[in-house]
């Protein structure tokens, strides 16, 4: 129940096109999904975040689209262009819990 | 502005020795504290969290420990290495918000 479930593991997109990365949860405790933006041999970076009592969040190129009824949320990339090539994680919390539980990443890669 | 700093960058270290990987934060006070670890290609998994000085929570048993000594300061340590500590080992902290941000990592590479 404490498991957030991500896919796919790895998308190609091409240059231009929306990559989409989705993300499942079980737990309706959980009220704060980030995501976040890796590179190769850096540390995750926040990208954006909502909590569940707004159904989507749009910054710039990044939009989290937020279904409660469902337990799902997802990233869109819109425009998606060869330097978003990194590794996407999702994540899900509980107010006062301290901890974050993660997806198991997908690995983005977009063609020139 | 806060920042989180990690070292060493980079460690290779035989079997069986020690290990000292050190995490600060600046910029803020009584954060809470994380260790995570990356396997190649993998998930985080968290090791440990600390919400004060001394007062630390175990994730996953294993031979890793970790302490706070500072507020500041989270530390991460084993007496013993074993090859399966290799990874890419993230320290991150909360403070106040919900919003969890990430050191630089320190890989380490067990020989």
């Known amino acids: 129940q404490q498991q957030v479930k991500q896919s796919p593991q790895s998308l190609i997109v091409q240059k231009g096109g929306i990559s989409i990365i989705n993300c499942a949860y079980e737990n309706t405790a959980f009220d704060y999904f980030p995501w976040y933006q890796q590179f190769p041999g850096k540390g995750p970076a926040l990208l954006i975040a909502i909590r569940p009592d707004v159904s989507e969040k749009k910054e710039g190129r990044f939009t989290i689209s937020f279904n409660k009824s469902a337990k799902q949320f997802s990233l869109h990339i819109m425009d998606s262009q060869p330097g978003d090539s990194a590794t996407y994680f999702c994540a899900a919390s509980i107010s006062g819990t301290y901890k974050y539980i993660f997806g198991t990443g997908t690995r983005l890669k977009v063609l020139a | 502005s806060q920042t989180i700093h990690q070292w060493p960058a980079t460690l290779v270290q035989p079997v069986g020795s020690p290990l000292s990987l050190e995490c600060t934060v600046e910029?803020?006070?009584?954060?809470?504290l994380y260790w995570y670890r990356q396997a190649a290609g993998r998930g985080l998994q968290l090791l440990f969290y600390?919400?004060?000085?001394?007062?630390i929570s175990s994730e996953v048993p294993q031979n890793l420990s970790a302490s706070r000594p500072q507020d500041r300061q989270f530390i991460l340590s084993s007496k013993k290495l074993l090859l399966s500590d290799s990874g890419f080992y993230l320290c991150?902290?909360?403070?106040?918000?919900?919003?969890?941000?990430f050191g630089p990592g320190t890989r380490l590479t067990v020989t």
């Open positions: 600390s919400v004060g000085i001394g007062q």
């Open positions: 991150a902290w909360i403070q106040g918000s919900y919003e969890q941000y």
């Open positions: 910029g803020t006070s009584n954060p809470n």
